[in-house]
């Protein structure tokens, strides 16, 4: 009897020691996640374009004249402004109020960064799946919550950063269509400023 006893005992030992290994294997693999998918975190397949230099353009509305008449310079300042005016009157646009800089720029950006929902995930299901697994099986259970919860925060992560991507073209193709339609207005308001100087007796370029 005295034998037995020293053999359950031994045995509840050893099966506590087993216990303690899972559950300190499955407290490493919720501490080690956060580090790990802390280098995913980076992994941004939508991330900041590299800078184009955008050369300067011409303002699309400069008009060039030259006083074929000897006109003197208060009267062609007072041409010019006259002209203006009147052109910002017909084409109903005024390069002074309508400009858009050339390197304006919406850029989208998930919120929350990417990797923010694999991290997440991930830690709830191992933390999930080391409590149903048991005392037993913490570690194994640990292992598999875990996965499963990158595969499903990586599909979030991604699907967030598809959403920001088409944002983000729909902003590039708002911003080109509207900045076509100011160079069409522009465009008129040249010609109109110019045929109002070639009537004053300038020539234009």
Known sequence: M????????????????????????????????????????????????PQAT??????????????KSGQTPEQQSRDH???????VKQTGFDPGQSAIP??????????????HDTVTFA??????GALIGGPRHAGGG?????TGGVMAGAASDAARAEAARQQDEAYAAEAAARQAELDQK??????AM???LEGRGYSVR
């Open 54 to 67: 955008v050369a300067p353009r011409e303002p699309i509305t400069q008009v060039y004249f030259y006083p």
């Open 142 to 146: 640990a292992v598999i919550g875990a």
């Open 81 to 87: 402004y006259d002209c203006y005016n009147w052109a």
């Open 186 to 191: 522009a465009l008129g308001f040249r010609r």
């Open 123 to 128: 830690i709830a299901g191992a933390v999930l």
């Open 2 to 49: 005295k034998i037995w006893g020293y053999q359950a005992a031994k045995g509840r030992s050893h099966g506590k020691k087993r216990v303690g290994r899972h559950l300190v294997a499955a407290f490493l693999i919720v501490a080690a996640l956060p580090v790990l998918s802390g280098c995913y975190a980076h992994r941004d397949p939508y991330g900041p374009a």
């Open 102 to 115: 050339t390197d304006q720029r919406v850029r989208v950006v998930p919120m929350p960064p990417p990797g």
């Open 194 to 196: 110019g045929a109002c």
